[in-house]
């Protein structure tokens, strides 16, 4: 009995540190199985094109994995995790985050124009599908519209699966197992742990840096909050795609570390900067680290409108 005590919580589920472990574990052996089984098709040729393949297969069975053990371990539905159905305010939410997100990457480079850190370099421009851009090449209209269809593709999959496992499963899950230590500090805990999570994982990127890696810490407060103040991932998918959408192929900067092949305005960063960062993107300077505070500021007063209540 004690034993089992110690297990179970009163509700007969498993306690939270074996929750996370059974996800944890599942996870990892997901991405790890599903990666090798790729290597077995005949996956496109094309770096983008293989790329939004592998990414959204690889996504799309970590969700499923993830809906199981929701289901099965965690003994929830899923839209308690703000993770199903995709309503009309869901809908809305992610529209927000969209257009939220991608203003503040306009404003990043109009700021970067301004002080001369970029300077325009072309429209609807291609590049080599490498880390490090050195050339420019042309392409047939259909070649561009198929990358472009691709970009689209891998961006999605990589904000609807962060989303769903750091700020949908993991983030309500260690709120609640902080809430036996402390009820005040549970929700700003579980913000700051998961932060920091998302910011690891982006620590191996090229060229990342402390900088890179404290503003990457705040993109995931910023989507964090997004969450916690909705407790829908809609708005924080939203967020996380128009932001990574509209930098790589909006204004052709690096994301995370990594050139887009195209974009529909080419920016090129004159010198590196604190301002605007070097080769890892704008995400290693200082307007981004600006950017993403005023980012969470509008999200905190968006929530207190009263017509955005919810169900």
């Not at 300077?119 to 209209?141: C, D, K, N, W």
Request: hydrophobic fraction near 50%; charged fraction near 15%.
């Amino acid at each position: 009995m004690q034993i089992k005590r110690y297990l179970f919580t009163g509700e007969s589920r498993l306690r939270t540190p074996l929750r996370l472990l059974i996800a944890g574990i599942s996870l990892l052996l997901t991405l790890f199985l599903g990666r090798v089984a790729l290597q077995q098709f005949d996956l496109p040729r094309s770096g983008v094109l293989r790329l939004a393949v592998s990414q959204s297969t690889i996504a799309v069975i970590a969700c499923g994995v993830l809906w199981v053990i929701i289901r099965y371990v965690d003994q929830r539905n899923p839209s308690e995790y703000g993770l199903v159905p995709l309503t009309t305010q869901w809908l809305k939410e992610c529209m927000v985050g969209i257009f939220v997100a991608g203003g503040l990457i306009v404003a990043i480079a109009g700021a970067g124009l301004w002080i001369d850190a970029v300077q325009i370099m072309g429209v609807l421009s291609t590049q080599p599908e490498s880390r490090f851009i050195t050339a420019r090449s042309s392409e047939t209209m259909i070649s561009i519209f198929s990358k472009l269809l691709a970009i689209l593709t891998f961006v999605i999959a990589v904000a609807v699966a962060e989303e769903v496992m750091i700020r949908g499963y993991l983030l309500p899950n260690v709120e609640s197992g902080l809430t036996a230590l402390s009820d005040r500090y549970a929700t700003p805990g579980a913000v700051i742990i998961t932060s920091g999570l998302f910011a690891l994982l982006h620590i191996q990127n090229p060229n990342a840096s402390l900088l890179s890696t404290f503003n990457t810490f705040l993109a995931g407060v910023w989507f964090a909050t997004a969450y916690v103040f909705t407790r829908r991932i809609g708005l924080a998918v939203g967020l996380h795609f128009g932001w990574n959408l509209v930098l790589g192929a909006g204004v052709g900067l690096p994301v995370s570390g990594f050139f887009f092949p195209i974009t529909v305005i080419d920016l090129g960063i004159n010198t590196p900067s604190v301002f605007l960062g070097d080769s890892y993107g704008p995400e290693a300077g200082l307007f981004v680290s600006l950017g993403v505070v005023i980012g969470i500021i509008i999200i905190s007063r968006y929530r207190k409108r009263p017509d955005v209540n919810i169900e």
